[in-house]
Structures are given as C-alpha cells and as structure tokens.
Nanobody, 116 residues
Framework: QVQLVESGGGLVQAGGSLRLSCAAS?????????MGWYRQAPGKQRELVAE???????SYADSVKGRFTISRDNAIKMVHLQMNSLKPEDTAVYYC?????????WGKGTLVTVSS
C-alpha cells in the first residue's frame, strides 16, 4: 500500500517562503510515478498547483508560475515544493498526489497559511 506523507506547512508572512515535502513509502517503482501538489482553500475546489513526471518534466498552475518549483528525488522517494513570494491567496491545505497505472494516491495534506 502506497503512503504519502506531507510536511513543511506552517504560518508565514506574505513575501516569505516555505518548502513542502512529500515522503512516499510502500512502492518499489516510485520513479515511475507522476507526482503532483494540489491545494484546497476554504470553500473552494481542490486545484492542481504543480506536477512532475517520471522524466522530471514539470507543469505549473498559472497562479504559481515563477514563484513555486516542484522537484523530486527518486533515490529517497521524495517530492518537494519550494514556494517563494507567498501571497495570502496561497493559503490552503496542500496535498501530495501520486499516480501510476491509473491509480491515484493522496496524502492527508499540510496547512499553509500566509498572513498579509
């Protein structure tokens, strides 16, 4: 059973930075997973923030381009999201998602709060 555990959330002032991490366990083919970060703000739908493929190709939501960077380390089965120039509208619960063979795996999320 694949498990994803997020960490690194917290409270930060606008303009600050945070680095989220997602640790994966329970799979021997992590390198083949497409990994992503999603977020859900209060009263809003969950949305894609950034995604990284098995070849490390990346894509970002327009709202975070140039501010956020997704990366992966297959050797230790981790995915990171470096978030810079944070804005109050980035406040949300951030979820790690893994996808392989048509199956989706989700972490339980980590809360990011950006104060103005």
């Amino acid at each position: 059973q694949v498990q994803l555990v997020e960490s690194g959330g917290g409270l930060v002032q606008a303009g600050g930075s945070l680095r989220l991490s997602c640790a994966a366990s329970g799979s021997t083919v992590f390198a083949l997973y497409t990994m992503g970060w999603y977020r859900q703000a209060p009263g809003k739908q969950r949305e894609l923030v950034a995604e990284i493929g098995r070849s490390s190709g990346t894509s970002y939501a327009d709202s975070v381009k140039g501010r956020f960077t997704i990366s992966r380390d297959n050797a230790i089965k981790m995915v990171h999201l470096q978030m810079n120039s944070l804005k109050p509208e980035d406040t949300a619960v951030y979820y790690c998602k893994g996808q392989f063979g048509g199956i989706l795996y989700w972490g339980k999320g980590t809360l990011v709060t950006v104060s103005s």
